[in-house]
């Protein structure tokens, strides 16, 4: 069974940083293209990173320069750097895959940007 567990999230001011990880089991995280998704409070869900099973890395317009996602396949856990955090960075951050025709989410992690 597929299992995304995602931590890290938390309250930073303006400017600061985090690392968001995401741990997967029941597949592994190099053979699939893996996601990470937020949802502020009162928007939808929207894409914000994804990563290939090659190691594509592919960015919506709005975080380029600021978010990084990567792997590390000896942990079987996708991250997501993000930078420079802005007030509009708030939200619950998702990590998301799909595997043989269904989609996977876990729970998030929630981001607080305020001073």
């Known amino acids: 069974q597929v299992q995304l567990v995602e931590s890290g999230g938390g309250l930073v001011q303006p400017g600061g940083s985090l690392r968001l990880s995401c741990a997967a089991s029941g597949l592994i995280v190099s053979l699939y293209t893996m996601g990470w998704y937020r949802q502020a409070p009162g928007n939808e869900r929207e894409l914000v990173a994804t990563l290939t099973s090659g190691g594509y890395a592919n960015y919506v317009n709005f975080v380029k320069g600021r978010f990084t996602i990567s792997k590390d396949n000896a942990k079987n856990t996708v991250y997501l750097r993000i930078n420079s955090l802005k007030p509009e960075d708030t939200a619950v951050y998702y990590c998301?895959?799909?595997?043989?025709?269904?989609?996977?989410w876990g729970k998030g992690t929630l981001v607080t940007v305020s001073s």
């Open positions: 998301n895959v799909g595997v043989r025709g269904m989609n996977y």
